[in-house]
């Protein structure tokens, strides 16, 4: 059954079947999973530290410009997630995972020639970032698709260790791209050094090539190693079900706050440092924020089967309005140069605190929408209940990746506030201000529906 690319007998909830041969074809269904999607959060992250080093490589952008090419990403990918979070039921998870892999080879491609010119039209840069969100879309399918492949009492640790180490594809381009632009990595045959000024080599393209072979290489794994679950198969109406649940949408709210968090704080660090701290290289630290915050997910995902999912993500939302008045504190203020190490340490806990987040509301999701389903066939027959655990399912995995979609466009919002802000004020502190009202009501949303006793839905 292993060796089909489409499975049709799949029985994860029995003991003996998950035993004998379920837990086999998902474990490497899983780590084939995590390399796409590591790759796909590279590629959506690309202007993070693209941005940063355009105006060395000879452009002349505006620090307002600048920082819409790092919200592009995520507005586009967010969109996408929308659609990319229906696809796997209707297509299959290895075609899906395989073809939307191969697909985030055109804006690689097209970064590696476009930087190589100053004389590149900004537009070219839009363009280039609107399709970098095409990694940012891939999350959602992703994730929908591992959760058909393990039972309920691994979802946590299953999306946790997908969703963590994939998005360690953040740190991964944060750190690996400053480095492979200071080497002429394929020789004279992928162009020269743009270094503006000649005082150091400045090979910009390889922020886009370096990533084509890996591509190439998992989408071609994903093509011949994973498997289509004929039992995930289901209508875009099956699925639609979501629209009309109330828990939908407020799981999409509190995945703003974690996930949102998360992808926005990673491609606004290195332009906010270099605007408040100029003398600070970024790019020595945009990593380290994404890298613990990616290593936590798993955390928090474990930490959830054990705990329940509302009272760790209760915390995370108090932890992170801490982090937010913190890194106010530490910021340049009436004419003195601000704490940077203060900065750096509250921002990493805040990364932390996301990542635990992210695991927490994922974790949510599966138990609240059985418990909706189980309550719906109250007194149904046999045939009655297994028909609501599968549809609690089909709804779970859509949940999944829709709440990725409408979390995502924190990724927007957050440096589309700080270029905003600074624009406006001079300062990012007008941001911040919003940041705290929007995780306060996360707190509240969290402590009323999920959390307190005789909540709707305590998970």
């Known amino acids: 059954m292993a060796q089909r690319a489409e499975i049709t007998e799949w029985e994860i909830e029995n003991a003996t079947f998950w035993a004998a041969t379920g837990r086999r074809v998902a474990t490497r269904n899983l780590w084939i999973s995590i390399p796409a999607l590591l790759l796909a959060f590279a590629v959506w992250m690309l202007f993070s530290v693209v941005a940063v080093k355009l105006n060395r490589a000879g452009f002349s952008f505006t620090t307002d410009q600048l920082f819409w090419l790092t919200a592009l990403p995520a507005l586009s990918g967010a969109t996408l997630r929308i659609f990319y979070s229906f696809m796997v039921p209707i297509f299959g998870g290895r075609r899906w995972t395989a073809v939307s892999t191969a697909l985030l080879l055109a804006p690689a491609i097209w970064l590696g020639f476009a930087v190589q010119d100053p004389a590149t039209p900004y537009w070219h840069f839009v363009a280039i970032a609107i399709l970098c969100g095409l990694g940012g879309g891939n999350f959602a399918s992703s994730m929908s698709n591992i959760s058909f492949f393990y039972p309920k009492a691994m979802q946590g640790y299953a999306l946790g260790m997908n969703a963590g180490l994939g998005n360690l594809g953040v740190s991964s381009v944060q750190f690996l791209v400053p480095l492979v632009t200071t080497l002429a990595l394929f020789g004279a045959a992928a162009g020269g050094s743009q270094a503006a000024h000649g005082d150091e080599s400045l090979y910009l393209q390889n922020a886009g090539f370096v990533w084509v072979p890996l591509l190439i290489a998992c989408s071609v794994a994903a093509w011949f190693g994973m498997n289509d679950l004929a039992s995930a198969r289901s209508s875009f109406n099956e699925q639609a079900t979501i629209f009309r649940r109330k828990h939908n949408w407020l799981m999409c709210w509190l995945y703003v706050g974690t996930f949102g968090s998360f992808i926005g704080f990673s491609a606004a660090f290195p332009l906010l440092v270099k605007t408040q701290f100029p003398d600070v290289d970024p790019l020595k630290y945009a990593f380290l924020g994404p890298l613990v915050g990616a290593l936590a997910r798993p955390a928090g995902g474990w930490l959830a089967d ?63 929408f059985r418990s909706v389903h189980e309550r719906l066939a109250a007194g149904a027959d046999a045939a009655g209940k297994s028909a609501a655990q599968r549809q609690a399912g089909i709804e779970s995995a859509a949940v999944v990746g829709f709440s990725s979609a409408i979390g995502a466009y924190g990724g927007f919002f957050i440096p589309k506030s700080y270029g905003s802000s600074i624009a406006i004020t001079g300062g990012p502190e007008a941001a911040y201000y919003g940041f705290i009202a929007f995780y306060a009501s996360c707190l509240a949303i969290t402590w009323w529906w999920y959390m307190r006793r005789g909540a709707e839905a305590p998970c």
């Open 306 to 368: 054990r705990t329940g999912g509302a009272a760790l993500t209760f915390w995370v939302f108090a932890l992170m309005i801490g982090g937010v008045l913190l890194k106010m504190y530490f910021l340049p203020h009436d004419g003195a140069t601000g704490n940077f190490a203060g900065f750096l340490a509250t921002s990493i806990a805040m990364f932390i605190a996301a990542g635990i987040g992210n695991g927490s509301t994922f974790r949510m999701i599966p138990v609240i």
